[in-house]
């Protein structure tokens, strides 16, 4: 049975977990810059909403 050092690598369990802490802090940061990016980009949904908004200006403007 390997001793409590040899199954943590010589770390102890508030150095594990402050290690942890740091990957999810890390992984928190990624998702925040990637949230950024797609709330910057326009979604189609919108896109289709001022095709219709300008398809219909046009149409009214037509046949005026």
């Not at 001793?3 to 890390?26: A, I």
């Not at 001022?50 to 149409?59: D, R």
């Amino acid at each position: 049975m390997p001793s409590n050092s040899q199954s943590n690598n010589g770390l102890t369990q508030k150095e594990m977990l402050l290690m942890v802490l740091e990957g999810q802090d890390k992984l928190n940061e990624r998702i925040d810059s990637l949230h950024e990016k797609v709330n910057a980009k326009i979604s189609r949904q919108e896109l289709a909403g001022w095709v219709v908004i300008v398809g219909t200006l046009s149409a009214i403007m037509t046949q005026m």
